[in-house]
């Protein structure tokens, strides 16, 4: 009797060591892992719900749940304070969060230019180049956000102090427009689909276009990496499992963008995203779905030139850009073994 109530109580043991490893398996790798989007109708995160759409994430056994911020600096603190796993959004935020402290990487980096641009009212007063910012009001989806570093950026490059011009928080999409043809702003930062709506309808103009590599480059003297799935270093390390399935996922998702058209693309999206029309949102995803690369990898010369750009024109990254450790800041081990 003894020895069946010791051999009960083994494998009553084993039996509850074994669900608590199971437990510990699905904390550590499994489970919903929450993304938060920097504004997931904007076509320059088109990855991450078309990801969501074609079942990758799915295909990957991961159960991702997306929720979406109009503005990166709102995404970035839904990942400092835990709330979500990782966000979609621009890569300079880790080299900004790195000025303070904090250690977030880039996993997966899905373009190698910002897919943005800086619009103008069409009014006679309106800035004929960033040159002449000065006195200005000009929109951004908010203070701390990726159009806040651009258009610093956009001045500085230009002679223009960033003190010089009055930076007004004007959301995205139909925000943005209101403001700009309200007369709230005199220009502002933004995105596909609100630069096609503006130009569609005469009511913006583009002063400075880096949905393209010459575009961009022209603008900001390089490449500047933007859309990227960024994640706090601390979970990427635990994590591993859970960060190579979604590098294999949006990697997949990357190369179906590049060997589709737009019109495939925009077939597979949520309707209401094209709110301006679809013909309207085929053609702002063909404008810059050019932004996106196949291997979601990150050009080194590229992570280079935006600490270069933020060095020139941030307030919180000029004055330690020589303390700031590039390696840290983005990795490839995972794009690295998607399968080809």
């Known amino acids: 009797m003894r020895f069946r109530a010791t051999a009960a109580l083994v494998l009553a043991t084993v039996t509850a060591l074994t669900a608590t490893a199971c437990r510990d398996s699905r904390t550590a790798d499994g489970g919903p892992v929450r993304l938060m989007v920097g504004g997931i109708e904007k ?17 990957e056994g991961l159960d991702v749940q997306l929720s979406t911020e109009p503005a990166g600096a709102t995404a970035e603190n839904s990942l400092i304070s835990g709330d979500v796993q990782g966000v979609v959004g621009f890569y300079d935020h880790t080299i900004d969060l790195q000025t303070k402290g904090k250690c977030i990487q880039s996993v997966v980096q899905m373009s190698d230019v910002p897919g943005e641009a800086e619009m103008v009212s069409t009014r006679p007063d309106a800035p004929r180049s960033p040159a002449e910012f000065a006195g200005k009001r000009l929109g951004v989806t908010s203070p701390g956000s990726s159009t806040d570093f651009l258009t ?9 102090d960033t003190h010089a011009y009055t ?23 933004t995105t596909d689909p609100t630069i096609n709506q503006l130009t569609s309808t005469g009511q913006g103009r583009i002063l ?38 979604l590098a294999n996922a949006l990697v997949k998702t990357l190369r179906y ?25 085929v053609k702002s995803i063909n404008d810059t779905k050019a932004m996106f690369n196949s291997d979601g990898k990150m050009k080194p010369e590229g992570a280079r030139n935006v600490l270069d750009v933020l060095g020139e024109s941030s ?20 794009v690295d073994r998607v399968a080809p």
């Open 43 to 59: 076509v320059i995160y088109l990855p991450a719900k078309l990801a969501d759409q074609l079942g990758y994430f799915r295909q």
């Open 257 to 281: 963008i590049n060997t589709h058209s737009a019109e495939d693309i925009a077939a597979k999206m949520p309707p209401d995203y094209a709110s301006g029309g679809r013909d309207l949102y």
């Open 167 to 189: 930076t007004v928080k004007a959301g995205a999409g139909q925000t943005f427009i209101a403001a700009l043809t309200n007369g709230q702003i005199d220009g502002g930062m």
């Open 152 to 160: 610093q950026a956009l001045a500085t490059r230009n002679g223009v």
């Open 315 to 334: 307030p919180s990254v000029r004055p330690k850009k020589d303390q700031i450790d590039l390696s840290r800041t983005y990795t490839t081990e995972f």
């Open 208 to 245: 400075a276009d880096m949905r393209t590599e010459d575009g961009t480059k022209a603008a900001l003297g390089g490449l500047y990496p933007s859309t990227s799935l960024y994640m706090e270093c601390g979970y990427v390390a635990q994590h591993k499992q859970t960060a190579q399935k």
